[in-house]
Structure formats: structure tokens, C-alpha cells
């Protein structure tokens, strides 16, 4: 089982970039999904949750209302739509996979992680 992100790359600030992450074999449908991020020096940090359905979702107040996560009706594969990014958004984003399918208590319950994308969002 593996989570797949892409859409990385390098932007000036004020663009957008969309990033995806495919569950394989349809892995997690029944799980919330979302997306975390690290720069360099600094510790992970929550950036969105979607629940499995779709239909609920939370973010870190520092990408609220600039970022958008979706997902299909139970489907494993989410996308984070990033506009008006900032060079503070620049970080190797992660894509993770939760125990449970809501979207309370968004720091606990990670337990699979993919591999990173790095976006990197210059002045």
C-alpha cells in the first residue's frame, strides 16, 4: 500500500499549484485523508483533513482560505488546491492517511504517511 503525492514544484508568490495523493489498490477509503507540511529547521505541522466522504474538512489557520481539500465520494485519492501561496508555504508537503473517517481532533490519529512533494514559492 502506498500514497502517492505529486503536483509539487516552484512558484512565485501570489500563484497556485494543486497537489494530489493516490492511495494504491484503493487503500483508505473508509479514512479521512490529509496533508502536513515541513520546512526546513522547523517540525511537521497540520495543514488539512478531509473526512472519508468528502463532505467535511478542516485546515490550519494559516492556509485558511487560500487552500481547499477534496476528495470525491469515498474515494482515496484528495487534492489540495494552494492559491495565493506565500514563500512561507514553501515546504516538502505529505500526504497521510487516518485511523478514523471524521475530521475532529485533526493532529491525532495519523498512522500512514506518503512521500513528500516539495513546494517552493519564491517573493
Known amino acids: 500500500v502506498q500514497l502517492q503525492a505529486s503536483g509539487g514544484g516552484s512558484v512565485q508568490a501570489g500563484d497556485s499549484l494543486r497537489l494530489s495523493c493516490a492511495a494504491s489498490?484503493?487503500?483508505?477509503?473508509?479514512?479521512?485523508m490529509g496533508w502536513f507540511r515541513q520546512a526546513p529547521g522547523k517540525d511537521r505541522e497540520f495543514v488539512a483533513v478531509?473526512?472519508?466522504?468528502?463532505?467535511?474538512?478542516s485546515y490550519a489557520d494559516s492556509v485558511k482560505g487560500r487552500f481547499t481539500l477534496s476528495r470525491r465520494y469515498a474515494e482515496t485519492t484528495v487534492y489540495l488546491q494552494m492559491n495565493s501561496l506565500k514563500p512561507e508555504d514553501t515546504a516538502v508537503y505529505f500526504c497521510?492517511?487516518?485511523?478514523?473517517?471524521?475530521?475532529?481532533?485533526?493532529?491525532?490519529?495519523?498512522?500512514?504517511w506518503g512521500q513528500g512533494t516539495l513546494v517552493t514559492v519564491s517573493s
Open positions: 497521510a492517511a487516518r485511523q478514523g473517517a471524521g475530521v475532529l481532533n485533526p493532529l491525532e490519529g495519523w498512522y500512514f
Open positions: 489498490d484503493g487503500a483508505f477509503s473508509g479514512r479521512a
Open positions: 478531509i473526512s472519508w466522504d468528502g463532505a467535511k474538512t
